[in-house]
Each structure stands twice: as C-alpha cells, then as structure tokens.
C-alpha cells in the first residue's frame, strides 16, 4: 500500500489550499482515511477523519469549521480543503489508512488506528 499526498505549499493567513493523498495498492475504499499534522517541535496531532463511504467525518477542534475531508473513492483519493488557514495551522500534514476495519463505517481519531502512512506534504501559513 502507498500513500502519497501532494497539495501543500506557501500561503497567506486566511487562504485556502486543498491536500490530495492518492492511494494505491489495496482495496482503498472500504477502508476509513484520515489526516494528522505535525507542527515544528510539536508532536503528531489528529487533523480529520472520514469513513469509507464518506457518510461519516471528524474534525479536532482546532480546524472545525474551516477544513473538510472528502473522498473519491473511484479516484482512490481523499482531499482536505483547507480554508481561512492560520499561521498556527503550519505543519506537515500526513494522510494515512485504516488497515483493519474494512466496511466498518467508523472513524478513528488516534495514529495507532491507523496502519498506513503517507510522506508528508508541507503548509505553511504566512502572517
């Protein structure tokens, strides 16, 4: 299984970016997605999650109301369109894949839920 999230890049404080992370190798959509990030000197944190048909989605309190996860599950894609981003959203933002609970219709919020993990792709959010 591979992951590979692209999208990330340089912008102004109250911008919007949209994170793609492309997977490949395995039965993609029956399986929950989520994204995390990771900030400089911080630990890893929970950013969104989304179940395997997409009807169910969770977001850390910090980006409620500004980030939507989806997913295309014929593109075997998920995406996290970031809007009204802040400079304390800068970080390296990582996709990763459930790899136990096929066709459960659960989320997950913590990183040992999830098997698989993408590279990374940086944001960062200017003032």
């Known amino acids: 299984v591979q992951l590979q999230a692209s999208g990330g890049g340089l912008v102004q404080a109250g911008g919007s970016l949209r994170l793609s992370c492309a997977a490949s190798?395995?039965?993609?959509?029956?399986?929950?997605m989520g994204w995390f990030r990771q900030a400089p000197g911080k630990e890893r944190e929970f950013v969104a999650t989304?179940?395997?048909?997409?009807?169910?989605?969770r977001y850390a309190d910090s980006v409620k109301g500004r980030f939507t996860i989806s997913r295309d599950n014929a593109k075997n894609t998920v995406y996290l369109q970031m809007n009204s981003l802040k400079p304390e959203d800068t970080a390296v933002y990582y996709c990763?894949?459930?790899?136990?609970?096929?066709?459960?219709?659960?989320?997950?919020?913590?990183?040992?839920?999830?098997?698989?993990w993408g590279q990374g792709t940086l944001v960062t959010v200017s003032s």
């Open positions: 190798g395995r039965i993609f959509s029956t399986y929950a």
């Open positions: 990763a894949a459930d790899r136990d609970h096929p066709y459960s219709g659960k989320v997950y919020y913590t990183q040992d839920e999830y098997g698989y």
């Open positions: 989304i179940s395997w048909r997409g009807g169910s989605t």
